[in-house]
C-alpha cells in the first residue's frame, strides 16, 4: 500500500485497535480463563482431584447455603427499601429531594467494611453510643449483629440505593403521556401505579434485583466483619480464610470455590435476561419525566418516615463508629474527661502500615482512575463510532470482573500473577501491582460505561470536521474527542478513585507487607481486637469521601449529569 | 481547484441500496447542487465523496486522483476537502480562530503566516473582531460562517456544503444563500451543495442533479430541470408539475410537436428524438394553464376546491370526463368559485416527456 492511500492511517488506526483488543483482553479475559483452566487441570496437569475434594466437602456447601441465603436476605431487604424509596422520590413531591437522595446513596459509597464496622459499634455490650444513654446490654452478652440476620440486615442496608438508582434511572425515563393518559380515563394514582407505572418498571427492576443478589453474594466486607467472629463462613469468607492460612498451596481449591461462586453470579445474570427477554417492555415515546403526584396531607409523614430511615441506617452508625474512635479504649465510657483524638494520632502518625495504607489506597485509586480514562477513551471511540465487531465482544468480556464477586479476580490474578512474568522474570504476586491490576481490570467497566454514554451523546461531525482537514487518529482525540468526552471521564474517574479508596476484597486476598490498603488496616485493627482504631481509620476515609462527594456538588457543569449517583 | 468525478458508484447497507450506479461529473469551478427528499442518498453520497465511507461498486476521482474505488480507498484525512456541515460541527471547547486554525495547524503552519490566515478567512465571512468568542456565544449565521471560514481557510480543492441552510431561520436563509453565491463567485472553488429545498438549489446551483431512491435521475441547469425534466419523477417533484397522458400526433423539425390532451389539441415542447405515439406522458406547469370562456376551445374541468394561500389561491380541478386527472393553477383575489363549478382551462405549452430508453 503506498502512502497516498493512507497507509500512516491505516497503521495508526490498527495499531491502537489492536492494543486496545490487547488490553482489554489481559485484564478480563486471560484471568478468568486461567481460572477456569485451574479448576480443571490444577498445576497445569489434568486431574479432578482438587474439583472433587472441595465439591464433596461439606465446608464448600455450607458456606454456598450461608452465601445464598445472606445474598437472598439480603436483596430482599435492599429491594424492599430501595424500590419504596425509588417510588416516593420520582414519583411524589416531597421536598428536600437532593439532600435526601445524597444521604440516601451514601453507604454504597461508604465501605462495606466500614458500614459493618459502624453498626458493629452502634450495638453490642461495648457500644460507646448505648453506654452514653444507659441502654449498652450487660458485658458478656453477644452482639446481635454477629449472625446471618445482622449480615442479612446489613446487606440491604448497603445495596438498598442500588435498587434505589436503578429504579429512578426507569421511572425517569417513563412518559409523562403514559401517566396523564391514565388520567384521563379516570384512575386514580394508585391504580396508575399499579396497573402502568409498576408493569413498565419489570425491567430496571429486574435489573436492580440482579446487581443487587450479584453484589451481596460478592460482598467481602460484611460477612467478614459479622461473619467470622460467629463462625458463619459464607464462600468469599472461606476462600479468604483457607488462602489467609494456608497461602498458595490452596490455590487449586479456591480456584473450584472460586469457581463455584462465579458461576451463581452468572446464573443470577442469566436468569434476569431470561425473564426480560420474555416480554416487550419498549416505551415507543420520548418526553418529559412525569409530573409528581402530590401528597398532600401527607407529605409531612413521608418526609419524617424517609428522613428518619436516613437517620437510623446511616446517622446513628456513624454516630456510633466516631464516638468509639474517640475512646481510648473500647469499653471505657465517653465523657468529657475520657475523650481523646489519640486514636486519630496513632493511625496517621505512628502506626506504620496505616500510614503507608493511605499512600497505597490514594496511589492505588488515582492510578487506576487515570489509566482506566486513558483505556475507555479510545476503547468506547472503537466501541460507538467505529462499531468494531471484535471489541463489541470484547466489551461483554470486560464486564465480567466487575460483575464477577471480587474474589474471583482476586484468585484468577494470584493463578496468573504467581509464577515470574515472561520475559521479565519478575513476580507481581506479593506486590503492589497485582492490586492495581485488579483494580483496573474490576473497575473499567465503571469508567467505560459513562464515556461510552458520553459518546452516544456527542455529535460524530466533530470529529469528522477535524478528520476532514487531515488530523490523523491519535491528534483527533487528543485535540478533539477528549476534551469533549472530558466532563463524562472525569465523573466516571471519580467513580474509580471512590469506589478503590474504599475497597477491600480484592486488596484482602492480593495484599502483602508494604502494600497495605486502607480497607486492609481497618480490617485488621479491628480482627486484632483494635477497634477504636480501626473506628478511627474508618471515619478518616469516610471523611475523604464525604468530602470529595460534597465538592463535586460545587462543580455544576463542569462534571457530565447522571454519572455521579449521589447527585440528583 | 479541482473537477470531481463520480463514476457508477453504488453503496449497500445489507440488501438495501443506498446508491445505485450514480454517475455525476462535476468540472472545475463548478456550483452543482445534489437536490432529493431526504432517504434519497445524497446525503450518503457526500460522505462517499468525503471518505467516510467506502464503495461497494464504482469509482470516484478528485482532480486526476481516484480517492475511492472497491480496492482504493483514500482516508478523509488525506483528501483536500473541506465540508460545511448541517450542524456546523464547530468545536465548542475551543474559540472561533482556534475553530478556523485547526486545520492549518494539523498541516504545521506556523504562526505568523497561520494567524494571517485565520484573520483573512475570518475577514472573508465578516467575523472580524469574534476570534475570541466560544461558538456558543454566536448566532445561527455567525456559526454558519465560521463553519465556512473553517473550511476555506485551507484551500481546499473541492468543497461539499450538507443542508448548510436547513437549521437557519427563514430570513437568514436567503442572506446566507447570496452569501454562499458570492463567495463561490470570489473563490472559484468547485462546490458540491447538497439540499432537499429546490428554490435553494434552483438559486444557486450551476447545475442540479436530482436524486430519488438512491438514483441520479437527472443532471441538468436550473431551467433545463424545471422546463425539459427527464422523467416523470423529476417532472413531479420539481416545481409541483402535473403529468398527464398525452397523444403525440405529429412531431416537427424543431423540438415542438402536436399533442392531444383529453381532446384538446396543444402545441408542446419535445426532445428532438420524439417520436409520435398514443401513450406518451407530458409535464404541465400551473403557469401553463388559463381559464377561458366556457364556450371557448380547451379542457372542461371541475372545481375539486381553491386553496387560499395569501394574496391567491391554488385552484384544484379535475377534467371533468375523467375524475382522475388531475389538473392545478394560480387563480387571484377575489375568488369565489364554489366546488364542482366547470371551469374551462386553455393549455398554453407543455413538455413531453421523453420515453424511457428501450431496456
Known sequence: MTDATGGRERVEDLTLLWGLVGVVAVLSVLPLARLLLEGIAPNGQFSTAALTRVLSSPTTWTATRHSLVTAFGGTIVAVAIGAVVAALIALTDIRGRNAFVFCFVLPLMIAPQVVALAWLQLFGPSSTLLKMIGLAPAMGSPNPLYSAEGIIALLGVQYAPLVFLTLRAGLRTLPQELVEAGLAAGASPFTIVRTIVVPLMTPPLVAGIALCFVSCLGNFGIPAFLGIPANYLVLPTLIYQRLAGLGPSVLSEVAVLSVVIGSIAVLGIYLQDLMLRRRDFRITSTSNPIRPFELVRWRLPVEIALWTLTVVVLMLPLIALLLTSLVPALGVPLTASTATLANYDYVLFEHAAAKRAFVNSFGLSATAAVIIVVITVPLAYFLVWRRSRLLRVLNLTAEMPYALPGVVLAIAAILVFLKPLPLLGVSLYNTIWIILFCYIARFLVLGLRPVISGYYQLDRTLEEAAQITGARLLRRLRTIILPLVAPVATAGALLIFLTAFNELTVSALLWSSGAETLGVVVFSFQQGGDSTYAAALAMLTVAVTIALMVSTLFTTGKLAQGVLPWRG | MARLTIE????????????????????????????????????????????????????????????????????????????????????????????????????????????????????????????????????????????????????????????????????????????????????????????????????????????????????????????????????????????????????????????????????????????????????????????????????????????????????????????????????????????????????????????????
Open chain 2, 8 to 359: 457508477h458508484v453504488t453503496k449497500l447497507f445489507g440488501a438495501f441500496r443506498a446508491l445505485d450506479d450514480v454517475s455525476i461529473e462535476v468540472n472545475d469551478g463548478e456550483f452543482m447542487a445534489i437536490l432529493g427528499p431526504s432517504g434519497c442518498g445524497k446525503t450518503t453520497l457526500l460522505r462517499q465523496i468525503a471518505g467516510f465511507d467506502k464503495l461497494d461498486a464504482g469509482r470516484i476521482c478528485i482532480g486526476d486522483t481516484a480517492v475511492s474505488t472497491v480496492e482504493r480507498h483514500v482516508p478523509p484525512e488525506r483528501r483536500r476537502i473541506g465540508i460545511v456541515f448541517q450542524s456546523y460541527a464547530l468545536w465548542p471547547h475551543m474559540t472561533v480562530a482556534e475553530n478556523v486554525a485547526y486545520g492549518l495547524t494539523v498541516a504545521g503552519v506556523k504562526d505568523p503566516e497561520r494567524m494571517r490566515r485565520v484573520q483573512a478567512a475570518l475577514t472573508l465571512v465578516e467575523l472580524d473582531g469574534f476570534a475570541e468568542r466560544r461558538p456558543a456565544a454566536l448566532s445561527g449565521g455567525q456559526r454558519q460562517r465560521v463553519a465556512l471560514a473553517r473550511c476555506l481557510v485551507t484551500e481546499p480543492a473541492l468543497v461539499l456544503l450538507d443542508e448548510p441552510l436547513a437549521n437557519l431561520d427563514v430570513h437568514l436563509r436567503a442572506a446566507m444563500a447570496d452569501e454562499f453565491a458570492r463567495f463561490h463567485a470570489r473563490t472559484g472553488t468547485t462546490m458540491i451543495y447538497i439540499t432537499h429545498d429546490q428554490a435553494e438549489a434552483m438559486a444557486l446551483a450551476d447545475r442540479i442533479a436530482v436524486m430519488d431512491k438512491g438514483r441520479l435521475l437527472q443532471v441538468a441547469t436550473p431551467s433545463q430541470l424545471h422546463r425539459e425534466p427527464a422523467d416523470e419523477t423529476v417532472a413531479g417533484f420539481i416545481g409541483d408539475g402535473m403529468v398527464l397522458p398525452v397523444d403525440v400526433r405529429a412531431v416537427h423539425g424543431d423540438g415542438t410537436c402536436a399533442t392531444d390532451l383529453y381532446g384538446h389539441r396543444v402545441h408542446m415542447r419535445c426532445t428532438s428524438s420524439q417520436k409520435t405515439m398514443s401513450t406518451a406522458r407530458a409535464c404541465l406547469r400551473a403557469g401553463d394553464l388559463r381559464i377561458v370562456e366556457l364556450s371557448a376551445p380547451g379542457v372542461r374541468t371541475r372545481v375539486v376546491r381553491a386553496v387560499y394561500q395569501g394574496g391567491y389561491f391554488r385552484l384544484e380541478t379535475h377534467i371533468e370526463a375523467h375524475p382522475e386527472a388531475l389538473l392545478h393553477l394560480t387563480a387571484p383575489e377575489p375568488f369565489t368559485l364554489a366546488p364542482d363549478t366547470a371551469l374551462q382551462l386553455l393549455v398554453t405549452d407543455g413538455w413531453v416527456i421523453p420515453a424511457p430508453a428501450e431496456d
